[in-house]
């Protein structure tokens, strides 16, 4: 067997067993066809498209196949959430003042986060005019601003936005690289007018603020209404979808709860610092909450998985026909 | 038939079409039907392929070892041939209204060149 072959068998792991034994030397045989002659290693979009079409088969084992429809679903208001508050802490950096007592800044902004929100705002605008792998290089560099902001931020000891906000604004963009696709042209331009929208609001209310209040009050000020906002929007995708057989809002709903436990973040530190006998909402108990919602958001969505695979093993039928969906996603 | 085929659906069952297919024959057939817009990996092509195969739109023909390689073959089944040729249909009346509304136009109001894709919306 040549060593090509050994490592295509070898990265078919990634589907279940039973398919593999019955499909896998069909697979292997047309990679090997695709290969060239000399090649002796799978290539990266190579064992990509294995892993993304094991882990397809698995849920599809697990009567789960719309989980990833819903993850693209969340990914999609993961996006819009993430672009309306860029629009708003964007606006923030600009129409806050330094205050009688004066405050840090960085140049005419209030902080770095200028950069994040200049980032994602960027987004917005390679969705409206670029192809979808534009969006995903736009999203995934104001990932990289959002998360290296903290260390350089430190480092040259400029102020920062705080880590309430970071912390969501980065869950956010990861659900987000999994969102935006090819829309319609006028749909295009959705994420640009909200964060318009958002950037009109933020100047209603911010406007003449001390940006010490944008530092160090926002967390608990704004971020637990834009969770709120996200998670009526996502109840209702997925009260629709439902109604029309389409279980994809549903799995949506569950994916966002972490993203919108952590924009609640700082209501949820202030309620369960008593219970667990502190203070105040320390940094031991903000870790805690935020480690506990990341493990919440997880367990739901793994008990989920769980309770449709054992329903679906039960009874399988899909809800549409096959043929009317895509069989590269199942949507 | 309620919704139109997706675009990759469309091209396997044309694909299909003809002689029965293996999954190499199949990814070199949708790449040159399309243009060669769409490149199908092995990953994305069996999942499809099962999904047809379940929705009894493509039938498993035969199997065969080349170079120690096991091939399966896919044929269209009788309701993937209806299926395809309703949504071909489909298409071609959406290309004549297009094309007789275009052919309404005057020439001063007709585009001079077309607009490129993924352009400003």
């Known amino acids: 067997m040549r060593d090509l072959e050994r490592r295509y068998r070898h990265l078919l792991r990634a589907y279940p067993a039973g398919y593999r034994q019955a499909r896998g030397a069909e697979i292997v045989g047309t990679y090997l066809d695709l290969a060239g002659p000399d090649r002796r290693w799978p290539s990266i979009l190579e064992v990509a498209d294995v892993v993304a079409g094991g882990g397809r088969e698995r849920l599809r084992a697990a009567g789960a196949a719309d989980l990833i429809p819903g993850v693209r679903l969340a990914g999609l208001l993961s996006y819009l959430t993430a672009t309306a508050l860029a629009g708003f802490w964007a606006t923030a950096e600009v129409v806050t003042t330094s205050g009688v007592w004066g405050s840090p800044a960085f140049g005419p902004f209030a902080t770095t986060g200028i950069v994040i929100w200049a980032g994602w705002l960027l987004a917005a605008v390679a969705y409206a005019v670029g192809p979808a792998r534009w969006v995903r290089a736009a999203i995934g560099l104001a990932l990289l601003l959002t998360a290296a902001v903290v260390p350089v931020a430190a480092l040259f000891e400029l102020p920062r936005p705080y880590l309430f906000v970071l912390l969501p604004q980065a869950t956010l963009g990861v659900l987000a690289l999994a969102g935006p696709s090819r829309t319609a042209r006028r749909q295009r331009l959705v994420p640009l007018a909200i964060a318009l929208a958002a950037a009109l609001i933020a100047v209603g209310v911010l406007s003449g603020e001390s940006a010490w209040f944008y530092r160090f009050s926002y967390g608990g000020a704004f971020l637990p209404e834009a969770g709120a906002a996200l998670l009526l929007t996502a109840v209702l995708a997925a009260t629709v979808l439902s109604l029309r057989g389409d279980a994809r809002g549903l799995w949506a709903l569950l994916v966002l709860l972490t993203p919108i436990g952590l924009l609640a973040l700082y209501p949820l530190t202030e309620n369960i610092a008593p219970v667990v006998g502190a203070g105040y909402a320390d940094f031991r108990v903000i870790t805690g909450t935020t480690a506990a919602t990341f493990v919440l958001g997880g367990v739901t969505l793994a008990a989920a998985l769980a309770i449709r695979a054992r329903s679906s093993a039960a009874a399988d039928t899909p809800a549409s026909p096959v043929h009317q969906r895509c069989p590269t996603c199942g949507r | ?121």
């Open chain 2, 1 to 121: 038939m309620d919704t139109p085929l997706r675009e990759p659906t469309f091209w396997i069952l044309t694909a299909l079409a003809g002689p029965p297919l293996h999954g190499y024959g199949i990814i070199r057939a949708v790449a040159a039907l399309s243009g060669g817009r769409l490149a199908m990996r092995p990953g994305t092509l069996y999942g499809a392929l099962d999904r047809l195969v379940d929705a009894g739109l493509i039938e498993a023909d035969r199997e065969e070892v080349v170079d120690g390689r096991l091939r399966r073959y896919y044929h269209l089944s009788a309701t993937g041939n209806a299926t395809l040729a309703a949504e071909t249909e489909r298409l071609r009346r959406n290309v004549e209204a297009a094309t007789a509304r275009l052919g309404n136009l005057t020439p001063a109001a007709r585009p001079v060149a077309p607009r490129p894709a993924g352009g400003l919306a």
